[in-house]
Nanobody, 116 residues
Framework: VQLQASGGGLVQAGGSLRLSCAAS????????IAWYRQAPGKQRELVAG???????NYVDSVKGRFTISRDNEKNTVYLQMNMLKPEDTAIYYC???????????WGQGTQVTVSS
């Protein structure tokens, strides 16, 4: 499984970005796929994710502002980020988990910078 993340950039506070994570390879084996972020000096945290049962946001700080969705035909997961805040500044990574081999696959990350 290979993951290609894109859509990051520099935006002012209150603005919006949409991140994309395109999966290729053995995509039918993917059990779950999620967005993580890592801010400077902080641990990587789970933002939102999708399983075969659906998608959900995990971090309280993004509820009501971020929406995760997936397009199965395009093998792509999106993270729509609205009302961005400076504290959302981080590198955003997508990760796929393949249960049959119990392995995590990570994309290369995309930088999101929110200016105040």
């Amino acid at each position: 499984v290979q993951l290609q993340a894109s859509g990051g950039g520099l935006v002012q506070a209150g603005g919006s970005l949409r991140l994309s994570c395109a999966a290729s390879g053995s995509t039918s084996d993917i059990t779950s796929i999620a967005w993580y972020r890592q801010a400077p000096g902080k641990q990587r945290e789970l933002v939102a994710g999708c399983t075969n049962g659906g998608c959900t946001n995990y971090v309280d700080s993004v509820k009501g502002r971020f929406t995760i969705s997936r397009d199965n035909e395009k093998n792509t997961v999106y993270l729509q980020m609205n009302m961005l805040k400076p504290e959302d500044t981080a590198i955003y990574y997508c990760k796929a988990y393949v249960h049959v081999v119990m392995t995590d696959y990570w994309g290369q990350g995309t930088q999101v910078t929110v200016s105040s």
